[in-house]
């Protein structure tokens, strides 16, 4: 009974190659998130959406695209893995978006190594 | 630009000693929150306290909030060994959660047994 999972939770993969990470919350939230956190820890949002709707896209490169199938999942493709893009990813919902005092669920991450 | 700037970056301390990590932001905030984050796992909601509010407790943890510097600070009280992890403080911006919540980098919390 995991509020949000996300999987895979480790994938080594090539330069070039193209890759999934997919994601699904059952705590019934509007709102789910993508985060990526690098070596330093430094964690950053890359997308938002509220119920199927694409509110954040922060500066990503258009080879991260991500899709909502319904609510309760959020997926992230990436075409085109480059080196740099080897990071944590952290897929992440809250009840609503535009109320303050959301907190976020996070999932355990996935951790991606492009070699 | 970045919102929640912890320091110290690294702070190691004897088990049942007090820790203090401090959190800067830049802009006005409707709420600012802490987070926990164990070694290879995702992160876990602390405490969140609203911009009307100048110090809030929860168990062990006590946050204070001021706005007029832009900070808060998160103490840890009797620390413990489990209570090793990264901490992290987050801030929404006024305006709602239009950009969700902006992260700082972290303070690496170690405890010595």
């Known amino acids: 009974d995991t509020a949000v999972s996300q999987t895979p939770k480790y994938l080594v993969t090539q330069m070039g190659n193209d890759k999934s990470i997919k994601c699904e919350q059952n705590?019934?939230?509007?709102?789910m998130y993508w985060y990526k956190q690098d070596s330093k820890k430094f964690l950053k949002i890359m997308f938002s959406?509220?119920?199927?709707?694409?509110?954040i896209n922060e500066t990503v490169p258009n080879r991260f695209s991500p899709k909502s199938p319904d609510k309760a999942h959020l997926n992230l493709h990436i075409n085109s893995l480059e080196l740099g893009d080897s990071a944590v990813y952290f897929c992440?919902?809250?009840?609503?978006?535009?109320?303050?005092?959301?907190?976020?669920?996070f999932g355990e991450g996935s951790w991606l190594t492009v070699v | 630009s970045q919102q929640g700037e912890e320091d110290p970056q690294a702070l190691s301390i004897q088990e049942g000693e007090n820790a203090t990590m401090n959190c800067s932001y830049k802009?006005?905030?409707?709420?600012l929150q802490w987070y926990r984050q164990n070694s290879g796992r995702g992160l876990v909601h602390l405490i969140l306290?609203?911009?009307?509010?100048r110090e809030k407790h929860s168990g062990r943890l006590r946050v204070t909030l001021d706005t007029s510097k832009k900070s808060s600070s998160l103490l840890i009280t009797a620390s413990r060994a489990a209570d090793t992890a990264s901490y992290f403080c987050?801030?929404?911006?006024?305006?709602?959660?239009?950009?969700?919540?902006?992260f700082g980098k972290g303070t690496h919390l170690i405890i010595q047994p």
């Open positions: 802009t006005s905030i409707n709420n």
């Open positions: 992440a919902s809250s009840q609503a978006f535009w109320d303050s005092g959301n907190t976020i669920y």
């Open positions: 306290i609203r911009s009307n509010e």
């Open positions: 959406y509220n119920n199927k709707e694409l509110i």
């Open positions: 987050a801030a929404q911006r006024r305006g709602g959660g239009a950009d969700g919540l902006t």
């Open positions: 705590l019934g939230h509007d709102t």
